[in-house]
């Protein structure tokens, strides 16, 4: 268990991780990860915004696009999650 603060709030580092996790995910889901040649998932919260970029080169069954897509969806939606959004 970590230690409890007064700030209800996720700490940035926690938003981070859950968000990169959570897109991870999504690709890992869709491709073995033997068949991903480069998969890059970039995280940043500041200020209260995240912003993520995933960049995923891997086959075309499903669509590599659709699939980075559906990653940075994911990962906006476990960051809502960690607010209780």
Do not use: I, W
């Not at 890059?40 to 915004?49: L, M, Q, R, S």
Request: glycine share 6%; charged share 35%; aromatic share 6%.
């Amino acid at each position: 268990m970590g230690t409890e603060s007064d700030d209800p709030d996720p700490s940035d580092e926690e938003v981070v991780r859950a968000a990169a996790d959570a897109a991870e995910g999504v690709v890992f889901k869709h491709y073995d990860q033997s068949s991903v040649t480069d998969l890059d998932v970039t995280v940043t919260f500041e200020d209260g915004v995240l912003d993520v970029d995933v960049y995923l080169n891997a086959p075309d069954d499903p669509d590599p696009e659709t699939v980075a897509e559906a990653a940075t969806e994911a990962a906006g939606d476990a960051v809502d999650d960690l607010f209780g959004e």
